[in-house]
Nanobody, 124 residues
């Protein structure tokens, strides 16, 4: 099992950038597919980004494609989410998740390990 801790959230203005980090401990993060999800008040948790073990392949929904970038540094057991051109609708709690499998997936139920989340608030 891997333990995940997110950081980097905060309050920013529309158009600003923010970088989230997810530090993994326990079993090395390089053994996992990593994902980012978010949940806004009153809404269901939604997929934001995912990256394969090697970092060679990534996936994003249309809502963030071109603005968000997921990356990983397996030597540091850390996954990042670079968020540019932030919009008020990006406001949510952002969660890091890990999946011990070979294929990317956008379904939250396919990820077994979760962090506690970090709040991102974008003001207009």
């Amino acid at each position: 099992q891997v333990q995940l801790v997110e950081s980097g959230g905060g309050l920013v203005q529309a158009g600003d950038s923010l970088r989230l980090s997810c530090a993994a401990s326990g079993r090395t993060s390089g053994s996992y597919i990593m994902g980012w999800f978010r949940q806004a008040p009153g809404k269901e948790r939604e997929f934001v980004a995912a990256i394969t073990r090697s970092g060679a392949t990534t996936d994003y929904p249309d809502s963030v494609k071109g603005r968000f970038t997921i990356s990983r540094d397996n030597a540091k057991n850390t996954v990042y989410l670079q968020m540019n051109s932030l919009k008020p609708e990006d406001t949510a709690i952002y969660y890091c998740a890990a999946r011990s499998a070979l294929t990317l997936t956008t379904r939250q139920y396919d990820y077994a390990s979760w962090g506690q989340g970090t709040q991102v608030t974008v003001s207009s």
